[in-house]
């Protein structure tokens, strides 16, 4: 029926003294060629190799980047909590009790616990590595140390992300 329609508004060549149809010469055409050839085929995977390792190139380095940027944030928040835990309660939550007393309350319960400090317990990085609390903090300007073990998980490594600002000399 298509066919029908489309060959009557498709002009026929009469200059020759022959009609041809138009239809039936594109139709042959993509009969004969109806599949890829296999260089075509690799091209195609080869061009599309190439978008992905550019796409990839580009969005790896932000994904770390975020995460780092999550933990800054996060131990921002947490060092908010702990001064309204201070606040209330009077000093810090001991190592032991640790950032666990932002959640629930330590034992035996401070007279002013006020909590819980953080809406979430949730207390790791993005490395899956729990936040390391100390009290008192071995830096000297700081009540507490608090920090991330960064991707490495490995205490001490240059990936360490901290809530105290190392000086250097």
Known sequence: MIKKLVCRFLPTNKLVGRSINLWAMVAHRFRSESGMTLIEVMIVIVILGLLATGIAVNVLPKREQAKVAKVVQDIAALENSFQMYSLD?????????????????????????????????????????????????????????????????????????????????
């Open 89 to 169: 309660v009077g000093d810090y939550p001991s190592t032991e009790d640790g950032i666990q007393s932002l959640w629930k309350a330590p034992q035996p319960i401070p007279e002013n616990w006020r909590g819980p400090y953080v809406q979430k317990p949730n207390f790791t990085d993005p490395w899956q590595n729990e936040y390391v609390y100390v009290y008192p903090g071995n830096h000297e300007g700081y009540d507490y140390d608090l920090y991330s073990l960064g991707k490495d998980g490995q205490e001490g490594t240059e990936d360490d992300i901290t809530s105290w600002i190392e000086e250097t000399q």
